[in-house]
Structures are given as C-alpha cells and as structure tokens.
C-alpha cells in the first residue's frame, strides 16, 4: 500500500506519517468535560477519530490510542450544585452516557481512558518543573499562571503572533498576571468547592495542564498524532505545547490533527439558537450507523453541515450498501489488497484519511456486486466497509432496524428498486422489497402500465 500522508496543522501540509518507533503509533485525543450529554460535535471527534485508529491498526501498526475524560472543572462544579449532587456522582452518570452513545456509533474504547482527577499529582509534578524554569508563576490570590511570553514557540500551531493576540484582548484583566495573555495552571479553590493539596495550597489544576500531565505519563514526553476537534487548536492545544515543551525541552507532538467545525442548517450549533442536538436527540429520529456513515462521508478537516435532510440522505445511501449485499453472500477470505478497488481504497485512505473518495470505490462495488452477485465482490465490499465501522451487520438486520416511518423518497427509491428488479425478472428480490416495505408500514398497489402507488398501513 502506499505511504500514509496526513495534513498536519502545525506544519500546515501533508506529511509523510514516520511514527517515532517504527510500527508503532502512540495516539491522543481531547475527549470530553463530562457534565452533560454529548452533541454531535462530540460525535464528530469519536467518529473520526475512531476512523483513524482503526486504519492505522488495518496499516499494521500496533497503536496506543489516548483520550482523556476531563472530571473536574468549573462547569461540573457548578452542575453538580444545581443538581443537589456529588461531583462524583454527576461525572459517573454522564461517562456511562458517553460510552452508551459511543458504543452506538461504533466506537471502539481508546486503550486508556485517563481521568483528570487520577493525574493531580503529574500535573504538581509539571507546575513545579515549569515553575523552576521560570516560566510559571504564582500571584498574590493564590493562583499559579504560566508565563506565555517567556515561551519562545508561543502561537506555532494557531499561527497567531502575541503582537496579535495582545491587541485584540478585550477581557477585563487579571492585575494579578504579568501579562493578560497567561494562563491559569493551579487555580485556588474556593470556599466549598473540591480541592487537593499542593506546593501552593489547596486548590485545584487549569484545564490546560491537565492533558500534558496526562499525554506525558501514557505516551512519553513526545508522541506522535495528538487530535481534537479545531476549535481546541487556540488556546488549548497552543498551550499544551507551551506547557509541555516548557517543561521537557522537547518536541511534544510530532503530528497535529484537527476535525472540521459541525454547523447546522448552515448555522453554528447553539443552545440559544434552539439549533443544539444531543447525540440522543439524534438516535431518536436515526439509526446509529447511518449517523457514523454521514460523519464520515465528509473528509475529516472539512465542516460538515447537520440537517434532516442530510441525514435522509445517508440513510438512502447506506441502505444502497447494504442492498448490494441481499443476493450476493460475501466468502470468508480475508481482503485481495491487489484487487483493484481495495488498492484505490487504501489510496484515498492513506491520502489523509480520504473517507469520501474511499467511501466512493464502496459504492463503485456495490453496483458491481448487484449485477454480477459475485462473493468475492461481496466479501470485498464487506470488509472494506468494516475498517470504516460500516456494513457490519447483515443485510437481514439492517432492513429489520430501518425505521417504520420511511420518508417519501426513501419510499420511492425502495419502489424504483423493485419495478428495477422486476424489469431484470429478478421477481424474488421484487417480492423482498415489498415485503420489507409492508414490514416497514407501507403497502404497495401495482396500476396498469407499470405504476405503482403506494400508502401508510
């Protein structure tokens, strides 16, 4: 296969992938601040980022995948009182949640899951490193600050010079911080709130430090992909690397990825434009798979635009994949790399995760594999569709878990299926298609010449 190239965000080009060790990768990605349900923004980071480590392990390369879970942070102080419960509490319930959606897109679990609140003492442990080369500091109130100035490669990754930034603050300054662009370490707790111990009283980390600290322990003081959604790329990951590469003295990650921005309707998701979705809302109304193949029909970097409409639109093009696989049983053997279309799979694969265009040779033998009913054809568009998480259940299972309440052009498409299947004497997968359509609350009614009409049972 060729050489995988991955557009990195720090060099911003695609690079040849060169892991640290050959035929290992040691993966992390920002995962989430558990006080609520997760969005479909969330959504997009798991999807991709499952997609990733799944293709590097198909590559052949043994891969430790990292993605943290932060327990502890403003927002779940403050959750956990309004809702009369414990932090613990509060953080336990929405994990489990997480995990419950995940598991439903297909997402494979990381290889570690750290939580912020069992790395306190790696994250003292930097504090302290940083402190003693001066680049952190601590005020009068209590908090510990990191000195972004005293950071030569502030802004690499955002490409943001401080010049820049320090003009366009706006915030009300801390009189505390020797520069208003600093950033909080250690921040002293309040009265009431959790705390631990540390060189400068009780109190509790910054959000930033909390995965150097945990990157650092899992997969060493450099790596090689760390990921995220791009609205992490300033000023998290820019400080991550201000943290990090302050303390050790190192490159901290050799390759930066980022997923693009989820609007939609064309608009930024917001709770206060009434445009926000749980993943839950959104596996009320769709199949969990047929969310995965949206999120990755869409190349990684680039923004993906949530509608209904969209999402009826997968759910038509998943089920062309699934047909293709009701008259033709996929054989046991493993895939034919040669063959062609797994060949032009693996290039748009190794081509920056290219998932529309590999996604594109699916559907190339999908229509093959409806003329010809070969197995191996099946079998090739099975497995390819597996590295994606795609096509695993049976044709049977997925036609079984459709949705009763099809929409009009899903109808139409199943209709124009059959009169097709009829066309080509292929009568029993006509009678399929009605039988499934009667399953699915719709009965159909063939008028002379050749028109079928059909209604809601």
Not at 55 to 74: C, E, K, P, Q
Not at 217 to 236: K, R, V, Y
Request: charged share 25%.
């Amino acid at each position: 296969m060729s050489r995988l190239k991955i557009y990195n965000t720090l060099a911003r080009e695609k690079q040849d992938f060169v892991p640290r060790q050959p035929g290992q990768v040691r993966m992390y990605v920002c995962g989430m601040t558990v006080y609520d349900y997760c969005h479909i923004g969330h959504a997009r980071v798991m999807v991709v980022f499952d997609m990733v480590q799944r293709w590097l392990r198909a590559s052949g390369f043994a891969v430790t995948y990292v993605r943290n879970i932060t327990d502890i942070d403003d927002k779940i102080i403050k959750r956990a009182a309004e809702n009369g419960e414990s932090i613990s509490q509060l953080t336990a319930r929405f994990i489990d949640a997480m995990n419950e959606d995940a598991a439903a897109l297909g997402v494979q679990r990381p290889d570690h899951e750290p939580r912020a609140t069992e790395y306190i003492p790696q994250m003292i442990a930097m504090i302290e490193t940083l402190e003693q080369k001066a680049l952190a500091y601590q005020v009068m109130q209590g908090d510990v600050n990191y000195a972004v100035r005293k950071f030569d490669g502030y802004g690499k990754l955002s490409g943001k010079s401080l010049d820049d930034l320090r003009a366009g603050e706006r915030v009300e300054v801390d009189s505390d911080k020797h520069d208003p662009l600093d950033f909080v370490l250690w921040k002293q707790a309040k009265e009431g709130e959790p705390f631990w111990e540390s060189p400068w009283g009780r109190g509790r980390p910054g959000w930033h430090i909390e995965c150097s600290a945990m990157s650092g322990a899992l997969l060493g003081e450099t790596f090689d992909i760390h990921g995220g959604g791009a609205d992490l790329q300033f000023p998290h990951h820019e400080n991550e690397i201000a943290q990090s590469e302050g303390a050790h003295g190192c490159t901290f990650v050799n390759t930066w990825m980022h997923n693009g921005f989820v609007r939609v309707d064309n608009e930024k998701m917001s709770k206060s434009l009434g445009n926000f979705f749980t993943i839950r809302d959104v596996l009320a109304k769709y199949d969990a798979e047929v969310v995965r193949f949206f999120i990755l029909r869409a190349h990684y970097r680039s923004p993906l635009n949530y509608s209904d409409a969209h999402l009826d639109d997968a759910q038509h093009a998943l089920t062309r994949l699934y047909s293709a696989l009701r008259e033709a049983t996929p054989d046991d053997a493993p895939i034919d790399w040669q063959e062609d279309h797994a060949q032009r799979f693996a290039a748009a694969m190794n081509d920056d995760f290219n998932t529309p265009i590999a996604i594109a040779v699916l559907f190339e033998l999908a229509g093959e594999t409806n003329k010809t009913h070969s197995p191996v054809l099946a079998r090739q568009l099975k497995k390819l569709a597996g590295l994606l998480g795609l096509v695993e259940r049976s044709s049977h299972d997925f036609f079984q878990a459709a949705p009763a309440g099809l929409d009009e052009a899903a109808i139409q498409t199943r209709i124009a299926e059959r009169s097709a299947a009829k066309k080509a004497k292929d009568f029993a997968l006509a009678d399929r298609i009605r039988a499934e359509l009667e399953q699915q609350g719709v009965a159909l009614e063939d008028k002379p010449g050749g028109v079928t009409e059909w209604r809601r049972t």
